[in-house]
């Protein structure tokens, strides 16, 4: 059974730092890309970054360049999401989700997008 488990939000203050895991099981992590989306209420689903399936490029949003990083350790089944210098406006829940793409580049549309994981929640606020 392919499962997505993402861990790693909380409360944080503005300028802070969060980072996120999505633990992989039921599936070759090495065959699927990455990627991570967040909504925010009353917001469509957005994404903000995702990584190929060797790790060797990602994607990032506008909104986020700069401040967020991917990363993925395919021998622990894991794939990170690093968040720096935070603001109010990324609060949200947050996802990862995984995409069946072999060694080519990813994409951050939510559509591409097969198997989710249940999100984790991220909230900036002082």
């Known amino acids: 059974q392919l499962q997505l488990v993402e861990s790693g939000g909380g409360l944080v203050q503005p300028g802070g730092s969060l980072r996120l895991s999505c633990a992989t099981s039921?599936?070759?992590?090495?065959?699927?890309?990455i990627g991570w989306f967040r909504q925010a209420p009353g917001k469509e689903r957005e994404g903000i970054s995702c990584?190929?399936?060797?790790?060797?490029?990602?994607n990032y949003a506008d909104s986020v360049r700069g401040r967020f990083t991917a990363s993925r350790d395919n021998a622990k089944n894991t794939v990170y999401l690093q968040m720096s210098s935070l603001k109010a406006e990324d609060t949200a829940v947050y996802y990862c989700?995984?995409?069946?793409?072999?060694?080519?580049?990813?994409?951050?549309?939510?559509?591409?997008?097969?198997?989710w994981g249940q999100g984790t929640q991220g909230t900036v606020s002082s």
């Open positions: 989700a995984a995409d069946f793409r072999p060694g080519r580049p990813c994409d951050r549309q939510p559509s591409q997008y097969n198997f």
């Open positions: 039921g599936f070759t992590l090495g065959l699927y890309a």
């Open positions: 990584i190929s399936s060797t790790g060797g490029s990602t």
